[in-house]
C-alpha cells in the first residue's frame, strides 16, 4: 500500500543527506571567512598599536604624546564599524545561501509528499477507501501547517535581515533607525 518505492525512498534519504552536508560545509565556509576577517583584524590591530607605541616613545614632550593619542583615536571607530559592516555581510550572505538550500529541500519534501499521496491513492486496494481519505487529510493538513510555518519563519527571517541592515546603515551613517521587528502575523488559510 506504500506510494514510495524503494528507490524513491534511498533517493528521497540520499538528498536528506546531501542538503545536511551542503548547510554543514556552507556553516563551515561562513565560520571560515568570520575567521580569517578576525585574524586580518588582530593582525591590523598589532600592526597599529606597535606603530602607535613607537611614535608615543619617541615623543619628545608630553603635548606631543597626548596628540598622537587624538591622531589614533579617530580613525577607531569607522574601522569598528567596517568590521561590523563585513561581519554583517559574512552572516547575511550565509544566512542566504542557507535559506536557498533549505527552500530547495522544503519544494523537494512537498513533492515527495504528493506523490506519497498519488502513489497511496493510486495502490489503495478495494475497501480501503476510508482510510486513504483520513491519510489523504491527515498529511494535506500537516502539509498545509508546515507551509504556513515555513512562510511566517521566512518572513521573519527576512525581516530580522532588513532590520539588521537598517540598524548597520543608520550606524554608518550617524542617524537614529526607526525600524524596529514586528510580529510577523500568521497566514490566513483560504
Known sequence: ??????????????????????????????????????????????????????????????????SQQSIVAQPV??????????????????????????????K???????SFIDGLTKNAPPGSEAAVTAWTTFVTSATDTANSMYETAAKAARQAVETAESNLNAASTGKPSQQTLKPVAPIDKE
Open 108 to 114: 523537494q519534501v512537498q513533492t515527495d509528499v504528493r
Open 1 to 66: 500500500m506504500s506510494g514510495l518505492t524503494t528507490e524513491q525512498h534511498v533517493a528521497t534519504q540520499k538528498a536528506s543527506v546531501d542538503t545536511s552536508f551542503a548547510l554543514l560545509n556552507k556553516a563551515f565556509e561562513g565560520i571560515d571567512r568570520l575567521a580569517e576577517l578576525n585574524v586580518q583584524a588582530v593582525k591590523s590591530v598589532l600592526a597599529e598599536n606597535q606603530e602607535f607605541v613607537i611614535k608615543v616613545l619617541s615623543a619628545k614632550d608630553p603635548q606631543e604624546t597626548f
Open 77 to 106: 571607530a569607522e574601522k569598528v564599524q567596517s568590521y561590523w559592516r563585513d561581519v554583517y555581510e559574512i552572516l547575511s550572505k550565509t544566512q542566504a545561501e542557507f535559506s536557498a538550500l533549505a527552500g530547495a529541500q522544503y
